[in-house]
């Protein structure tokens, strides 16, 4: 597929089926991490906007044409969002490389994920239809019980800046299923995407504040939305620190939170995988993906130390191999981080990994035929310690820390040894040791002979600090839905016979 050329659209906020300027008419720069020029600019949204979006969602919920619908007819809406989405794929895939760095075919890849997603929750929807009433047996004869599954209402959904369009996906398709209002903030590092879904929602009809779209900056727009008291529920994914502050505020109205948030996953291999390089590929890509921006990467590999130089010495000419270069460029492989400040941030790991005791075996700096955009090489760290900050802490960029292993006993507990819980991987041809380390592994993902591969069905989600609840698959749309107990007394002329009648007194 060709690359087309774009102009950046200049999007206003999507609020009520319409584009609207802020109130405080502020505007963020859009930022391309390739070059480092401002390429456009964003809406920053402020809490009046948020209210006015909150009142649209609340209206959208009380009207017939979205509060009323069956899960038939909103499918409908869904998969006319994903037509129109496989229609701009090119051009979808080509502002999200800009926008956010990744290379164009992983970014059009994504855009295929966005179509099947919300095809899927189509699908669910309609079979919510025969779902929506569920009688439940009881053990008295005088009672008879359902149970009803209905729209949570008002949901606030706030995404991040790795997989701009995908991860909105992931939650507007699921809350739009279930029939819910949705507001959407997607981060202020690349929402691009976000808005133009904006404008195919409005091209397919999707009825006014059934989504409404704020882009802006986390404490001015993302704050107000989590603290809203019309709002009845937050689906985040994003960092920790911002996970604790988003569970923090909705603690204050009791309100229900959906966390994905970080994690420093690992990767174990044993001396008898299959083959030495399909191992070298699962590792690499288990890491350096999506430029090393992932919540679930791998980026402790733990192997065997039998293994460990041959692997090592393979993994280094792989790794050597991996081409570096503009995002839009055929066959790249490696684009850049999102920001400076990201950028920074990455480098200052490795430098203090370095000072602390590790070997940089491989990277650890910009490219040299690089100059310009936030790149950074491939990362490969030996001679690591548990007590090194580059073991304990989410690095978000193409960074991976390596230590050995002589045991099960010692990988189970080198796999473990972290504060996050998101995702596992182990490589091996003993699939009853796969087996073993499957529940051993202390995490919400385990994936065996593989690192990474995302499905729209399986559910997504972690434990410990990488946070609770869980997207993707049926488990998803269940974050969406209220469950309302409806008891009938069946024999209304019969008393029930617990106080004593004043007329028999």
Known sequence: ??????????????????????????????????????????????EEDVDIAVKAARSALRREDWGSTTGAQRAKYL????A?????KPELATLETIDNGKPW?????DIDDVVACFEYYADLAEALDSKKKTEVKLHLDSFKTHV?????????????????????????????????????????LASITSLELGEICREVGLPPGALSILTGLGHEAGSPLVSHPDVDKIAFTGSGPTGVKIMTAAAQLVKPVTLELGGKSPIVVFDDIHDLDIAVEWTLFGCFWTNGQICSATSRLIIQE????????????????????????EDCKLGPVISRGQYEKVLKLISTAKDEGATILYGGDRPEHLKKGYYIQPTIITDVDTTMEIWKEEVFGPVLCVKTFKTEEEAIELANDTKYGLGAAILSKDLERCERFTKAFQSGIVWINCSQ????????????????????????????LNIKQVTQYVTPDEPWAFYKSPSKL
Do not use: H
């Open 148 to 188: 009803l599954r209905e729209p949570l209402g008002v949901v606030g959904l706030i995404t991040p800046w790795n997989y701009p369009l995908l991860m909105t996906t992931w939650k507007v398709a699921p809350a739009l299923a279930a029939g819910c209002a949705a507001i959407l903030k997607p981060s202020e």
């Open 1 to 46: 597929m060709a690359i087309p050329n774009i102009r950046i659209p200049c999007r206003q906020l999507f609020i009520d089926g319409e584009w609207r300027e802020p109130l405080k008419k502020n505007r963020l720069p859009i930022i391309n991490p390739a070059n480092e020029e401002i390429i456009g600019y964003i809406p920053a949204a402020t």
């Open 84 to 88: 129109k989405v496989l229609e701009k």
């Open 79 to 82: 998969r006319a969002i994903a």
């Open 105 to 109: 075919f992983e970014a059009a890849s």
């Open 453 to 480: 591969p995302c499905f729209w069905q399986p559910p997504w989600g972690g434990k410990k600090r990488s946070g609770f609840g869980r997207e993707l698959g049926e488990w998803s749309l269940e974050n969406y």
């Open 306 to 329: 039998t293994i460990a130089p041959q692997f090592l010495a393979r993994l280094l000419e792989w790794t050597k191999n991996i081409k570096i270069s503009d995002p839009l460029e």
